[in-house]
Nanobody, 123 residues
Framework: VQLVESGGGLVQAGGSLRLSCVAS????????MGWYRQAPGNERDLVAS????????TYADSVKGRFTISRDNAKNTMSLQMNSLKPGDTGDYYC?????????????????WGQGTQVTVSS
């Protein structure tokens, strides 16, 4: 599975951005997709995730009520709508996918990452 992000940029505090991630390859094996954020000098942390059917989502406490994750399986696309952005949201955002395939009766789980897109929120 290959993941390509887009939509990052520079925005003032209070503004909005929409990130998109397009998946290609064995997309039918994707179980969960998510967005991770890595600020300079920090670890990569989960921002939001969504299951393959879109029925279950999770959010980091810091973004609840401001960010919305969504998924369009027909277009193999996942999006993150980010509203009321704060300087603390600044970082590189990475698209992530977990795939599972059945290999001779054994489930093989793999993690896939996009190249990242930069988000900068100015105060």
């Amino acid at each position: 599975v290959q993941l390509v992000e887009s939509g990052g940029g520079l925005v003032q505090a209070g503004g909005s951005l929409r990130l998109s991630c397009v998946a290609s390859g064995s997309t039918s094996s994707i179980k969960i997709m998510g967005w991770y954020r890595q600020a300079p000098g920090n670890e990569r942390d989960l921002v939001a995730s969504i299951t393959s059917g879109g029925g279950s989502t999770t959010y980091a406490d810091s973004v609840k009520g401001r960010f919305t994750i969504s998924r369009d399986n027909a277009k193999n696309t996942m999006s993150l709508q980010m509203n009321s952005l704060k300087p603390g949201d600044t970082g590189d955002y990475y698209c992530h996918a977990i795939t599972q395939i059945d290999v001779q009766g054994t489930l093989l789980t793999s993690h896939h990452w996009g190249q990242g897109t930069q988000v900068t929120v100015s105060s």
